[in-house]
């Protein structure tokens, strides 16, 4: 069974920037592909990036695009989430998913994701 644990969220000011950490265990993930997605108060949760586990090809929703960074560390089962110059908009619920095909299509619909985590907060302030 597949665990995975967010760490990172937080407060911060508008501008700034925090480091989201999604550590993932039970299996390896050498066909998979990890991603990341969020859901704001009163809205429905959205997909914001996703990297393959082998190759580490990156894709990223329009909304974050150059201000998003997903990576991996292969060493430490570890996907990161560095978000920098952070929006009021960016204030959510995040949370990290596994999609056990990822190594084979390249999606971005969360029913594609069999795993998830139980999110971590991040609230930007003005």
């Known amino acids: 069974q597949v665990q995975l644990e967010e760490s990172g969220g937080g407060l911060v000011q508008a501008g700034g920037s925090l480091r989201l950490s999604c550590t993932a265990s039970?299996?390896?993930?050498?066909?998979?592909?990890m991603g990341w997605f969020r859901q704001a108060p009163g809205k429905e949760r959205e997909f914001v990036a996703r990297?393959?586990?082998?190759?580490?090809?990156?894709y990223y929703a329009d909304s974050v695009k150059g201000r998003f960074t997903i990576s991996r560390e292969k060493s430490k089962n570890t996907v990161y989430l560095q978000m920098n110059s952070l929006k009021l908009e960016d204030t959510a619920v995040y949370y990290c998913?596994?999609?056990?095909?990822?190594?084979?299509?390249?999606?971005?619909?969360?029913?594609?994701?069999?795993?998830w985590g139980q999110g971590t907060q991040v609230t930007v302030s003005s």
């Open positions: 998913a596994a999609d056990s095909q990822g190594g084979f299509r390249a999606t971005t619909r969360e029913y594609n994701y069999d795993y």
């Open positions: 039970g299996r390896t993930f050498s066909n998979y592909a």
């Open positions: 990297i393959k586990w082998s190759g580490g090809s990156t």
